[in-house]
Nanobody
Framework: QVQLVESGGGSVQTGGSLRLSCASS?????MAWFRQAPGKEREGVAY???????RLTDSVKGRFTISQDKVENTMYLQMNSLKPEDTGLYYC?????????????????WGQGTQVTVSS
């Protein structure tokens, strides 16, 4: 397991942008972002592997971009054209395992979350 520290959340209006960061204390094979809105289940947003394989969930494609700095063990989520339905607590997750999917049960390291609020 590694320690994960998220930053970059905040409050914006519809159409605004935010950039989330997640710094890891060590090597991971796969890092991902999940989010949870009030009263809803946690959902996977995007992941990126050490080899650079990426996947974004359909609802954010064309608006969000995931990237990483391998030297700094840091992952980023650039969020543009934000919508009220993007509001939630965004969690960074990581695993050294070989399987990388947007399934929360695959990840053994979690950050504490950073709040994203998009107002209409």
């Amino acid at each position: 397991q590694v320690q994960l520290v998220e930053s970059g959340g905040g409050s914006v209006q519809t159409g605004g942008s935010l950039r989330l960061s997640c710094a890891s204390s060590g090597y991971t094979n796969c890092m991902a972002w999940f989010r949870q809105a009030p009263g809803k289940e946690r959902e996977g947003v995007a992941y990126i592997t050490q080899l650079g394989t990426e996947r974004l969930t359909d609802s954010v494609k064309g608006r969000f971009t995931i990237s990483q700095d391998k030297v700094e063990n840091t992952m980023y989520l650039q969020m543009n054209s934000l919508k009220p339905e993007d509001t939630g607590l965004y969690y960074c997750a990581a695993t050294a395992g070989a399987i990388c999917q947007l399934r929360a049960d695959l990840f053994d390291s979690w950050g504490q979350g950073t709040q994203v609020t998009v107002s209409s």
